[in-house]
């Protein structure tokens, strides 16, 4: 268990349709980061939150939003899917706002249909 | 900044011997490099990391090297063992302190 959680583990849902992915962070880690993983692909950033503010953006789309909340969880939301959105979602978290010491969760499986 | 090449895809080694990973980047500000190691249904796990006032670095088996004037970076794993076979990604972090990582590359340790 590397202390960062992520739910749910696996999602399956249809296009068009609307997700909401959460990120609770490594205890006493500000930061949080999310980043797309698809098939037989590297991580691709996609944006990071530090103490509920949003710190830099990747390659999001305008579909996807995050949001970090004051207990310093974050919830990553795609709306309008699309099938090329399946992949694997990741939340890193790191102590301060530098990217030294992330830690990942397991992962959210997302399969759009 | 964004542009980590990794090389090999894919590489397969019998146990005992070494693996090498190379990496190269563009940013010459990146001052930060680490290396995960993914295993099968689980996030990235950090194994290894090097600061740029650091030509090499090892911990057991595993160890980088860093050469800045060339920027790139190696990861080298010895004596590999049936465990050891995982997909490894190299990352740099740039001024932005965010990491982009490399494409990944497939290590398999045959028996």
């Known amino acids: 268990d590397s202390g960062v959680t992520q739910t749910p583990k696996h999602l399956i849902t249809a296009t068009g349709q609307r997700v909401t992915l959460r990120c609770s962070p490594r205890s006493g880690d500000l930061s949080v980061y999310w980043y797309q993983q698809s098939l037989d692909q590297g991580l691709q950033f996609l944006i990071q939150?530090?103490?509920?503010?949003?710190?830099a953006k990747g390659n999001i789309l305008e579909r996807f939003s995050a949001q970090q909340f004051p207990d310093l969880h974050s919830e990553l939301n795609l709306s309008s899917l699309e099938l090329g959105d399946s992949a694997l979602y990741f939340c890193a978290s790191s102590v301060a706002g530098t990217s030294y010491g992330y830690t990942f969760g397991s992962g959210t499986r997302l399969t759009v249909v | 900044g964004e542009n980590v090449e990794q090389h090999p895809s894919t590489l397969s080694v019998q146990e005992g011997d070494s693996a090498v990973i190379k990496c190269t980047y563009s940013?010459?500000?990146?001052?930060?490099f680490p290396w995960y190691k993914q295993e099968l249904g689980k996030g990235p796990q950090l194994i290894i990391d090097?600061?740029?006032?650091?030509g090499e670095k090892k911990d057991q088996r595993i160890a980088v090297t860093l050469n800045k004037t060339a920027k790139h970076f190696s990861l080298h794993i010895t004596e590999t063992q049936p465990e050891d076979s995982a997909v490894y990604f190299c990352a740099e972090k740039t001024g932005a302190n965010n990491l982009f990582f490399g494409t990944g590359t497939r290590l398999t340790v045959i028996p």
């Open positions: 939150y530090y103490n509920g503010e949003e710190r």
């Open positions: 940013d010459s500000a990146s001052n930060y």
């Open positions: 090097i600061r740029s006032n650091v």
